[in-house]
């Protein structure tokens, strides 16, 4: 069964706006990594969130955790037209050596 | 420079037909992996290795069959081709180690099966 949902699934906005996307999970992680795929191309690693940490920045994200309610979520700031593309979320599982993707949140911004 | 590399980038076969598609990471990992990525962008875990040794097998027909000859390659052959497989395939790397596992993905193969 599929592990991460994300929401939303879409999102347009406006340069300037902030964008947050949400991802749940079922299991017990290790961490949880968020990551973005451009149209047509690979996965890039974004940033990656332990089990123990509830938040971390990274110059304009900023993930948080709640291993209680099983859910993260990702916030850009000061969007760009560059940031348009998919973010997926991925946990990496208790006992597991893979990542588990959500189903992605395909963000555009509107310049 | 490129860190992982797949080959082909677009695949276009017949329905039957037996594809490869190659990957190799220069990174220095030791763990590498083949996902299936379908229409609706849903990423899914296909195998894994690390060092050479299957890791990862999930539910994937047995007509998928990983080969690693070395720990910088993860090649991908598939026998008697389908329609359901058409999809991208990605394949990607990650020094394994700890609870950090971030991933190093290739640009994909996009496989079309008509």
């Known amino acids: 069964s599929q592990q991460g949902e994300e929401d939303p699934q879409a999102l347009s906005i406006q340069e300037g706006e902030n964008a947050t996307m949400n991802c749940s999970y079922k299991t017990s992680i290790n961490n949880l990594q968020w990551y973005r795929q451009n149209s047509g191309r690979g996965l890039v690693h974004l940033i990656l969130?332990?089990?123990?940490?509830r938040e971390k920045h990274s110059g304009r994200l900023r993930v948080t955790l709640d291993t209680s309610k099983k859910s993260s979520s990702l916030l850009i700031t000061a969007s760009r037209a560059a940031d348009t593309a998919s973010y997926f979320c991925?946990?990496?599982?208790?006992?597991?050596?893979?990542?588990?993707f959500g189903s992605g949140t395909r963000l555009q911004v509107q310049p | 420079d490129t860190a992982v590399s797949q080959t082909p980038k677009y695949l276009v076969t017949q329905m039957g037909n037996d594809k490869s598609i190659k990957c190799e990471q220069n990174l220095g990992h030791d763990t590498m992996y083949w996902y299936k990525q379908d229409s609706k962008k849903f990423l899914k875990i296909m195998f894994s290795y690390n060092n050479k040794e299957l890791i990862i097998n999930e539910t994937v027909p047995n007509r998928f069959s990983p080969k690693s000859p070395d720990k910088a390659h993860l090649n991908l052959h598939i026998n008697s081709l389908e329609l359901g497989d058409s999809a991208v395939y990605f394949c990607?790397?990650?020094?394994?180690?700890?609870?950090?596992?971030?991933?190093?993905f290739g640009p994909g193969t996009r496989l079309t099966v008509l």
């Open positions: 990607a790397s990650s020094a394994l180690g700890g609870d950090y596992n971030e991933q190093f």
């Open positions: 991925a946990t990496l599982d208790t006992g597991r050596r893979a990542l588990t």
């Open positions: 969130i332990r089990s123990n940490e």
